[in-house]
């Protein structure tokens, strides 16, 4: 696959939310992104949740990134066959609980900088998922966001891994994202 060169910006209008649990509280999220491939720019969906409390250092009310939501309990099965590969590798039982936010790519398992804040990922794109967390956290905080109540667990995953190609892309949201996901992944395993 090709590498991810940048993360070039979020498109504030397309940001879609749904609340997704009550206890502990719990919104989940889409924004488009402009991603910078070896290929070109294309337009890219992105998973994020919003955080309701500080477990694991978390910051209440920012936006993090995710890969998708497990639906069924025990191992990663229910994803791409390459995003199940990765959050099989980067998970410490090879599987989770049905509801489980896949998050652990983005909490590095090398020892944490004191200067960033965990759920971002360890390497280069660490900045620009940060920043468009706290963009997401404002966005929300305002009510600039669409309220979709049909997004759920099953059609976030759908969404981020569908085979559709947005107008002026070249490849469909799936290639796109797999690479995103990959890029991180290469970052995770150094």
């Known amino acids: 696959m090709s590498k991810v060169i940048e993360l070039l910006n979020i498109y504030p ?14 919104i989940i999220g889409l924004i488009e992104v402009s991603i910078k491939y070896t290929y070109g720019n294309e337009r ?29 309990d025990g191992r990663f099965t229910e994803f791409t066959e390459y995003l199940n590969f990765v959050l099989t590798n980067t998970t410490r039982v090879n599987g989770a609980s049905s509801g489980w936010l896949a998050k652990s790519l983005f909490f590095s398992h090398q020892k944490a900088d004191s200067t960033r804040i965990r759920g971002f990922s360890g390497g280069r794109h660490y900045e620009f998922l940060l920043e468009a967390g706290k963009a ?24 981020v891994t569908s085979n559709v190609i947005f107008q ?10 797999e690479r995103f996901i990959e890029d991180i992944f290469h970052d995770y395993e150094k």
């Open 136 to 159: 997401l956290r404002d966005l929300y905080d305002h009510g600039n966001y669409y309220y979709m109540r049909s997004l759920n667990a099953i059609n976030l995953n759908h969404i």
């Open 168 to 177: 002026e892309n070249r490849h469909t949201q799936r290639e796109n994202f």
């Open 13 to 26: 209008e397309s940001f879609k939310i749904n609340s997704y649990s009550i206890e502990p509280f719990r």
């Open 44 to 72: 890219v969906t992105l998973p994020f949740y919003r955080s309701s409390g500080t477990n694991n250092g978390k910051i209440k009310g920012l936006w993090y990134p995710i890969v998708g939501i497990k639906i069924r």
